[in-house]
């Protein structure tokens, strides 16, 4: 059983900063990517930032240049980095792992990211 625990969200003000952090736990193996989505209120799940096992690093259009993808492949953690927060970075933030055999996304319970304007 693969579990990701997520910490870091909060309430913030516009031009501020936020580090969220994820753990993952359990049998894991054959991981290809981890990252983050986020989902606001009455929108899709979008993605953030992941990053392969390899180190090659995806980010959402919306978040290039403010948000920072960092992952331990040893200690099985991902972290975001995200400064010059806005309002519309509003939402609730999920930790993702992908594996590859078989294909299989975990998902985390999320974190809500609120910023004030």
């Known amino acids: 059983q693969v579990q990701l625990v997520e910490s870091g969200g909060g309430l913030v003000q516009a031009g501020g900063s936020l580090r969220l952090s994820c753990a993952a736990s359990g049998s894991i193996r054959d991981i290809n990517h981890m990252g983050w989505y986020r989902q606001a209120p009455g929108k899709q799940r979008e993605l953030v930032a992941v990053?392969?096992?390899?180190?090659?690093?995806n980010y959402g259009d919306s978040v290039k240049g403010r948000f920072t993808i960092s992952r331990d492949n040893a200690k099985n953690t991902v972290s975001l980095q995200i400064n010059n927060l806005k309002p519309e970075d509003t939402a609730v933030y999920y930790c993702?792992?992908?594996?590859?055999?078989?294909?299989?996304?975990?998902w985390g319970q999320g974190t809500q990211v609120t910023v004030s304007s």
């Open positions: 990053r392969t096992s390899g180190g090659r690093t």
């Open positions: 993702n792992l992908f594996v590859l055999r078989p294909p299989y996304d975990y």
